[in-house]
């Protein structure tokens, strides 16, 4: 059934201040959704929202920082307020700290830290926005995992965000699992190698094929799945 105009989608991006996050932003909007672009710093999310806004889509910039619970409360608040919902959630923001480190020398503090973000952050933000999709039957859920937190092919490469990445593909297991049946469509994605701050200028991908088959789970039918992982528009083991 056709939506009424004025009646779009309302997605919600974290850490879209830059890199693949707001290259999802410009990808959603363009494609009629209204976006909440998110960054834990609230100028550079306006600075960044504004420039698509000049490209006449639909962006608001909100501050939103994953791993403080009062962040996410005054952000749940606030979109209640001004949206009164959020339709699909794109758990883009993360952080990768201690790449070269060798897993038995890490210091404990450097997991906890990038549990916070990539794994408790994406929990928190969840239980902040998902209970509304349940209410309304409608939801898409975009957690943005890694090939590096592939159990299957998994190495001693970057040790605390790795084993991050592979809590939060349980963590979609989980959430599909609990969400089923409720029209929320729960999955992960591996962007793949992306030219970002994070990827590098080394890398192979473009900001626009890292975000491809985000946009395209974020914006799934109704009869599509629920609880995979995908690269590339195609499932893949965990
Ligand atoms: P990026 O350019 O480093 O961007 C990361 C974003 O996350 C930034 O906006 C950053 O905000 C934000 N962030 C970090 N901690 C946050 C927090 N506590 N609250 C809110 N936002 C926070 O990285 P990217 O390459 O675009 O990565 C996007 C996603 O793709 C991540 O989940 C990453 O793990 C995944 N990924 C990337 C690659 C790649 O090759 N690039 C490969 C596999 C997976 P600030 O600007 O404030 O730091």
Do not use: H
């Amino acid at each position: 059934m056709a939506r009424a105009p004025g009646d779009a989608r309302v997605a919600l991006v974290t850490g879209a201040n830059r890199g693949i996050g707001l290259e999802v932003c410009r990808q959603l909007a363009d494609r009629g959704l209204r976006v909440i672009l998110t960054g834990r710093d609230g100028k550079s999310a306006e600075t960044a929202a504004a420039e698509l806004r000049e490209r006449k889509l639909d962006v608001t910039a909100m501050p939103l920082d994953v791993a403080d619970t009062a962040s996410i409360r005054a952000c749940e608040r606030e979109v209640a307020k001004r949206f009164g919902r959020v339709d699909v959630l794109v758990n883009n923001a993360a952080v990768l700290i201690a790449e070269g480190a060798a897993l038995l020398k890490s210091p404990v503090a450097e997991f906890r830290q990038t549990f916070e973000t990539n794994v408790f952050g994406v929990l928190g933000v969840c239980q902040a926005f998902v209970p509304g999709m349940m209410t309304r039957s409608y939801g898409r859920v975009v957690n943005v995992s890694s090939g590096a937190g592939q159990l299957s092919s998994m190495t001693t490469y970057a040790p605390a965000y790795s084993i991050s990445k592979a809590a939060l593909n349980a963590l979609t297991i989980q959430l599909a699992a609990s969400t089923k049946g409720r029209g929320v469509l729960v999955n992960s994605v591996n962007p793949g190698w992306v030219r970002t701050r994070m990827g590098g200028r080394g890398a192979p991908r473009s900001v626009e094929d890292g975000a491809d088959t985000i946009v395209w789970l974020a914006t799934l039918p109704s009869n599509g799945p629920t609880g995979k992982f995908f690269s590339d528009r195609r499932e893949i083991e965990w």
